[in-house]
């Protein structure tokens, strides 16, 4: 059985700290045993089962894809897991926010994809250090399964050019892909059992391939900023505190639901959803499924 990493304490050491800022990933992190990652699993299909047709504003796949976090209890339980944030702290330091939630599924024998990129192409970030990406397996990420591909040092790059495909196979939310090609010798699997996870930099070239598995193929990407993150030109987006501080001049705060889907927060995840659009659609040609 992988055991992942070896953590002091549940932190990361130096080495795994340096590794993180040489290579912009680092995992196998066990962040959940495996009875946690299931019972996770199990809520998340449960909340699936209950509210695919039951009358929400937007598609349910919009709320899991989008700002969960807003809504959805379970999203602010796995995002605020301390084990998570305890190896996030490495990287980021004491001041931790939770930026977003996002579940990505693929069904099993289905073909969606999610074509090269970086994370920071179009979120308007006003730096780009100070974000990651946290990426938990509820099922196992495998070859088969569609798990990730990193590019190693990619990070070290700007924002390279990317063009937007809106492809319906796509999971990203404009289709974007770097306009550059990949070779397959560059891509590292990201393997990952349930309840481990991979933490990869902003700028780091991935995507991932269909599921050609058997079984669903459960992610949950978890983006925390440190609240000395700014949008760049001022512009206002949003956090839930997690760790440490923030100032008055951070992300503009806000509470985790009180329950799933509860009127407050639906009203809140409108808001915050427009805003961000703004950001992330600003120059697409097309409108987006999920934005
Ligand atoms: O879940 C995937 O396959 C890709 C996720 C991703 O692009 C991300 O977390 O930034």
Request: with cysteine; proline share 4%.
């Amino acid at each position: 059985m992988l055991d992942g990493l070896n953590l002091e304490n549940g932190h990361l050491t130096q080495s795994q700290k340096d590794a993180y800022w040489d290579d912009g990933y680092l995992f196998p992190i066990k962040v959940a045993d495996t009875a946690q990652a299931a019972q996770w699993r199990r809520d998340l299909q449960t909340i699936e089962a209950n509210w695919l047709d039951n009358g929400l504003p937007l598609p349910l796949n919009t709320y899991k894809r989008v700002n969960a976090q807003v809504v959805m209890p379970l999203a602010c339980e796995i995002g605020l897991h301390d084990p998570i944030l305890d190896a996030v702290e490495g990287i980021l330091g004491p001041n931790v926010m939770l930026y977003s939630v996002e579940f990505l599924t693929k069904e099993a024998h289905t073909k969606h994809v999610v074509t090269m990129h970086q994370d920071l192409a179009y979120w308007g970030m006003g730096d780009m250090d100070n974000i990651l990406t946290a990426w938990l397996a509820l099922s196992p990420a495998t070859t088969a399964s569609g798990c990730m591909d990193f590019v190693k040092g990619s990070h070290k790059n700007e924002i390279l050019k990317h063009e937007d495909s809106f492809d319906e196979l796509n999971l990203l939310s404009r289709g974007q892909e770097i306009a550059v090609d990949v070779a397959e010798e560059d891509k590292v699997a990201v393997e990952l059992p349930p309840g481990f996870m991979s933490l990869h930099h902003g700028l780091t070239i991935h995507g991932s391939g269909p599921n050609v598995s058997d079984d669903r193929r459960i992610g949950v990407a978890i983006r925390y900023i440190s609240s000395k993150m700014r949008k760049a030109g001022g512009v206002k987006d949003y956090a839930i505190p997690a760790r440490g501080s923030y100032g008055k001049d951070s992300f503009q705060t806000y509470d985790q639901p009180k329950a799933l889907f509860d009127a407050d927060s639906m009203k809140l995840y409108d808001e915050i959803r427009t805003e961000q659009a703004k950001v992330m659609m600003a120059g697409a040609d097309k409108s987006s499924a999920i934005y």
